[in-house]
Every structure is written in C-alpha cells, then in structure tokens.
C-alpha cells in the first residue's frame, strides 16, 4: 500500500531525555535553567542554575548512560528510523567557541553507531528547543546576528562529521512557535531570547525567525556541499485553525492565521518572504536587518522536504481587532491536558501543506500525552492506541486516496520522557514506559506498554492492517 521505504520510527529530543546535562564536557543550556512545572504552573526561566530549584531535563530519563538498551527496544519495535536532536551544547559548551567539544561529538558517533547496528536510520534535529545558554546570556540569543555564524559552524561540524551515518536533518525544531509572542517561553526555548518590558516583540521575533531563516539557508547550502545527499527540511508546528463558521469573514480569519502558522516554510521553502508578510511590515512600520546577501542566501538554500508535528487543530473566528482569534473547536474531545483529539486534521493539514509546497512531508511528531498506570510490569494504554491508530488511517488516506507525498512518520515520543511545556515524566507519550524512580537507582527502568506491540505490528505490516479502515471514503 505504502512505499516499502517509508519511514516509520519514533521521536524524542536531547533536552528531554538525555540528561547527563553536565557530563562530558556539556556546556549549560537554555533548558537546563527551566524549573519544573505541572498541568496548572507553569514553568520558570531562572538566571541560571540556581540552588534549590528542580530541573527536571538535569536528569531527563538519562539515555546519556542507557542508550544502548533503549535503542535495542526501538529495534524490537521495527524502528526503520529514530528521530533525535543533537544538543547543541554538547558540541559547543558555550557556543562560540572555534572547536568543538570531541566527548561530545563521540557520544552522537555511538548512539548513530549503536541506530544503524540494527538497521535504524537517524534522523536529527540541530536545533529542538535549546542552544547553549551562554549565548542567551552574553549575546541575547538570536537577537545577535553574530549567533548565525556560531550556529553554521555547530551545523557544519555535524554535516561533515555524521554525513555518512545521518542522511535526514531539521534545522529548529517548530520555528514556527516563535509568532506567539504571547508566551515567553517560545522565544526561550526557540532563540534564547526574553523579550523586555520597552520592547515591541513583534518586531524582535521577526528580526530573530530572520537571523534563522539566514542560518538555516546557509547551513543547507554548507551540507549540499559536504554531501549532496543530505536531506535537509523546515520543521513546524501544524494544525488546522477551521474557520470558526461558513460566515465569509471567518473563512477570511482562517486564512489569515494559517497564513501565520505557514509563514515560516513560505520562506525556508519558497526562498523568498511573502507579499502577505511585507505588506504587514508596512502596515505595522517593522523595520528590520535583511541585507540584499541575506535575500539571496534564502533563495541559495531552501529545504528539501516540510517536517512537522501534528498534535490537535484549534478554530479562527473572525476579529476586527487581532485579525481572527483562535478558539478551542467545541467539535472534538480532548486530552486531560486540554489538547483536542482530532484525526481527521491530520489529513486536512497533510493536503493543504502538499498543495501549497508539493514537497516531501514527514510527520516527526504525533502523539497522545497521558497519565499512564503501570501494572504487572505493563501499561494497558488503549487511549493512546486509538489515538494513534486514528491518526495513521488519516496519513494512509492522504497517502493512497489523496495523493500526498509523506515520506514518514515518527510518533512523539519513542520512549516517555520530560514533558517541553510542563516539565513533568507524569505527561507520558512513549510506547515505553520509564519508571524513573529505578532509573536513579542505576537500572533503566523500562517497560513495554501495549502500545508497543500495537506499533510494532504496525510497522511489520507497513500499515498493511489497517487496509480496510484506509480504503473506505468516511
Ligand atoms: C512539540 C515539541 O511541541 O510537542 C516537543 O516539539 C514536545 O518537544 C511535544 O515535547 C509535546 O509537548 P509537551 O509539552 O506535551 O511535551
């Protein structure tokens, strides 16, 4: 039914579950300065490490020292690929230094190595939600455009020196989080930069998304010329905003905000801003630093294929005001965490992409975030398995009666590991269950839950199982 290629797999970050934060001769980074928070607190950003805080991504699920067991379960599971970040800080403690760190550079060699032992293509992020906190704290983050040249000689170094064992790349993970300036922590995790008081945030996150526009330009141009392989794409957070109703001006407010979400890879992948985005400029009087090099090297290295994550969709109801406001669509149900559970989004959103690119998709984020109960060394997850399994018949749809080109799929997470927005092990999304509390024993700590096996049949069939919920048009 589907390409004997496809890339199905699982996805993690290096923030979240490594640990080992400062082991090896890593250098601190943005996210190890966020303290934990739960489903109603939120998340602080401390100026630095500070004593009497807890930092859960200290510890994450700490694969740094268990990475061969872990991976041996991907493979159990089928994995044809894994999809992980490299921490940058680990390469470049400080991230202006002119070598790397080699501890660092050498764990990513053994944890590639021990992927491709079984036959478990890496796919890797440069960028998921961290860069070294030292050029948050001495330059600002992205706010400098000296952080361009320290980013392309992180991502030249991982080109040359993984080429061979790493064909697929992300330049930033979900770049597009940085429109809503609305929560501080986007621009954290995004650019190591928190926005003042004086300052209008509109205007820096278009001066910054530019300074990564630029960077992520150069770096695809640098890895065509290490290899010309080497796949590299955008990474965004999609989802539909519905227009709110069938009134003429709410079709108007859902173009506008998907316009927003899209804005991103209309540039990474067209090589060029959009009209629509200019015209906005001028409206608002935001000036930037854009030089005649700068337009010429978005045009020089666009990507090659749109990877995104797909977790709910929302609804744009039209607003004089704000242009549309984004609502929760009263439609679908949602998790305990709020997220709507919408399927059939998912193909919505793979086809609007495709129409609007016609480039490769690869779905490397999709998941069902849960209270999950061990019992008899197990996890009987059944809401996670419909979730997922209802999200996969819609990619297959898009796939075989829509025509979309998605190259893969990797379900967020591979494992459970730290929550990004809330900093808790309690939000779990893996086919793996971690107890964490045998983890700091010394043991990994790791249990199939039923999901595993669902995956695993999955991925043996290519999909095949579900043939009968695919063909039917419903
Ligand atoms: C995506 C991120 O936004 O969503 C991941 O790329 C994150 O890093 C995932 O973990 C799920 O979000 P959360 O906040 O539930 O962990």
């Not at 930092?55 to 268990?66: A, L, Q, R, T």
């Not at 983050?141 to 040359?160: M, Q, S, T």
């Not at 978005?298 to 744009?316: E, N, P, Q, R």
């Not at 808790?424 to 990994?444: C, H, M, S």
Request: overall charge negative; hydrophobic content about 35%; aromatic content about 14%.
């Amino acid at each position: 039914m589907i390409n004997k290629d496809f890339l199905w797999g699982g996805a993690v970050a290096a923030n979240q579950y490594e640990g080992a934060w400062d082991a090896g001769g890593k250098g601190i980074s943005v996210t190890d300065v966020m303290t934990k928070g739960d489903v109603n607190t939120p998340r602080k950003i401390t100026a630095g490490v500070l004593p009497n805080e807890e930092y859960p991504n200290h510890f994450g699920i700490d694969f740094y020292h268990h990475y061969k067991e872990e991976i041996k379960l991907f493979a159990e599971m089928g994995f044809k690929c894994f999809r992980l970040s490299i921490a940058w800080s680990r390469i470049f403690p400080h991230g202006d230094e002119e070598k790397p760190n080699e501890e660092g550079l050498a764990f990513y060699d053994n944890v590639f190595d021990e992927c491709l032992k079984y036959g478990i293509q890496p796919v890797v992020t440069l960028s998921h939600f961290e860069m070294p906190y030292y050029l948050a704290d001495h330059y600002g983050g992205w706010r400098d455009r000296r952080v361009i040249d320290f980013f392309l000689r992180y991502a030249k170094v991982c080109f040359e020196r993984y080429h061979e064992k790493v064909k697929y790349w992300m330049t930033f993970n979900e770049i597009n989080n940085l429109i809503d300036t609305d929560n501080p922590f986007n621009a954290w995790t995004g650019a190591g930069v928190l926005y003042k008081e004086d300052e209008n945030p509109e205007q820096t996150m278009y001066q910054i998304s530019h300074y990564q526009f630029v960077a992520s330009s150069l770096a695809v141009q640098e890895a065509k010329k290490i290899d010309s392989k080497l796949q590299i794409g955008c990474m965004l957070h999609l989802g539909p905003l519905y227009p709110a109703s069938c009134k003429p001006l709410d079709q108007i407010a859902s173009l506008k905000a998907m316009d927003r979400r899209f804005f991103f890879s209309d540039v990474q992948i067209r090589g060029t801003y959009p009209s629509y985005t200019k015209k906005l400029w001028e409206r608002k009087n935001i000036k930037l630093d854009i030089t005649q090099e700068d337009l010429a090297n978005l045009k020089k290295g666009t990507v090659d294929f749109l990877g995104f994550s797909y977790y709910k969709s929302t609804i744009a109801e039209y607003n004089a005001q704000a242009d549309f406001l984004e609502k929760p669509n009263p439609y679908v149900s949602k998790s305990d965490w709020g997220w709507a559970i919408d399927p059939v989004g998912l193909r919505y959103i793979l086809n609007v992409a495709y129409e609007r690119y016609q480039k490769p998709l690869f779905i490397v984020e999709n998941g069902f975030g849960a209270y999950d109960k061990l019992e008899n060394g197990s996890v009987n997850d059944d809401y996670r398995i419909n979730y997922l399994q209802s999200h996969v018949v819609q990619m297959l749809k898009a796939i075989e009666l829509d025509g979309v080109d998605v190259i893969g799929y990797t379900p967020w997470a591979a494992i459970d590991i730290i929550s990004a927005s809330t900093g808790e092990i309690e939000k779990r999304y893996g086919f793996i269950y971690v107890n964490l509390d045998e983890v700091k024993q010394g043991t990994a700590g790791v249990y199939r839950k039923q999901s595993f096996e669902w995956y695993k049949n999955i991925i043996k069939t290519n999909g095949e199982c579900l043939k009968d919920q695919v063909r039917v048009e419903k």
